[in-house]
């Protein structure tokens, strides 16, 4: 089991190393007011009718980094920094959140599948763990333990599946976020280059999520997999 926590404890320091390199650069970012003089709010009005998108709100959230898009009341969630400054970073975010709005109005295929996985994920990621290490505690050499332990990776493997799958979610977000802010305009290009910085590293926070979860995987399909040799 120490192989586990070692798992842990790299990918968890990775993590908060990621976080703390992104919250530094919104930090920095957010001290740089754009040229136009526009809000977040405004940023993201704006994206959404250049795309044809008017039934999708855009409203303001308590918290820090908790800016999201909400397919199922169609709004665009911004935290209440991003939603009322005019500096690189909310325009970044803004336009970011806006990206997964047009995703959706545009059936993006991986944003589907992502929304397919959203119900199986939500219970495979809380009952994972403990049919693992339930599995585990029965004995690997069981039919019953090893059977448990198998389902447990299965539905970890979900997870992890949802992990990757989220991946070119985001990057396409940011993608078309940065596209749009520069077709149209809407930075010059010094804070064009902060606003893909500060996706970049949005966008990693998502990547060492995933790994991690693949790396776990492994280590419990070996173990499950040595365990029943035995």
Not at 52 to 69: C, E, K, P
Not at 138 to 154: C, E, I
Not at 168 to 182: F, G, I, N
Request: proline content about 1%; aromatic content about 10%; hydrophobic content about 45%.
């Amino acid at each position: 089991m120490i192989e586990y926590y070692i798992i842990i404890a790299l990918f968890a320091g990775a993590s908060m190393w990621v976080q703390g390199k992104l919250k530094s650069k919104f930090k920095k970012y957010s001290k740089v007011q754009l040229s136009n003089q526009m809000s977040g709010k405004e940023i993201a009005e704006k994206m959404l009718a250049d795309h044809g998108i008017r039934n999708v709100n855009v409203t303001a959230v308590q918290g820090r980094l908790t800016d999201h898009y909400n397919p199922k009341t169609k709004t665009v969630n911004l935290s209440e920094s991003v939603y009322h400054e005019r500096n690189a970073a909310a325009a970044a975010v803004a336009a970011h959140e806006c990206g997964h709005a047009v995703q959706h109005a545009q059936s993006y295929d991986w944003l589907q599948f992502r929304s397919l996985l959203i119900p199986v994920v939500s219970v495979a990621s809380r009952m994972s763990m403990y049919i693992i290490f339930g599995g585990f505690v029965l004995g690997l050499g069981s039919a019953m333990g090893y059977n448990l332990a198998v389902a447990g990776v299965v539905l970890f493997g979900l997870g992890t599946l949802f992990s990757f799958v989220t991946l070119p979610v985001e990057y396409d977000a940011s993608k078309r976020a940065l596209a749009w802010l520069q077709r149209k305009n809407m930075v010059n290009q010094r804070e064009y280059a902060m606003s893909k910085d500060a996706l970049n590293w949005a966008a990693r926070t998502y990547v060492v999520a995933a790994i991690g979860s693949l790396a776990t995987l492994v280590y419990f399909a070996l173990s499950v997999a040595s365990g029943s040799r035995r």
